[in-house]
């Protein structure tokens, strides 16, 4: 069914990059909006970027904004966040979704950490 596997987190300094990776299967990708969603210990779940389905328009939290790319390849089923600039506070677990039929789906998250 539904599965989303995130990839490409790590350790970086701040004012390094790192490029995540989303591999979706199970549903016809191409039809649906994805989104990069992250939670931080002790805070609430926010969205930090969203694409549609064709991958022209975009949106960002204000947090990110100027720093972090979404994209999508709908021939490999996979959307990507690119992000530049990282900071501390950028520090947490980020996870791929989707929202199909009402329900939302998750990946199992990828850590990322922005420490010197």
């Known amino acids: 069914q539904v599965q989303l596997v995130e990839s490409g987190g790590g350790l970086v300094q701040p004012g390094g990059s790192l490029r995540l990776s989303c591999a979706a299967s199970?549903?016809?990708?191409?039809?649906?909006?994805m989104s990069w969603y992250r939670q931080a210990p002790g805070k609430e779940r926010e969205l930090v970027a969203g694409?549609?389905?064709?991958?022209?328009?975009?949106n960002y939290a204000d947090s990110v904004k100027g720093r972090f790319t979404i994209s999508r390849d709908n021939a490999k089923n996979t959307v990507y966040l690119q992000m530049n600039s990282l900071k501390p506070e950028d520090t947490a677990v980020y996870h791929c979704?989707?929202?199909?039929?009402?329900?939302?789906?998750w990946g199992q998250g990828t850590q990322v950490t922005v420490s010197s």
């Open positions: 979704n989707v929202r199909i039929m009402a329900i939302n789906y």
């Open positions: 694409i549609i389905k064709f991958g022209g328009r975009t």
């Open positions: 199970g549903f016809t990708f191409s039809s649906y909006a």
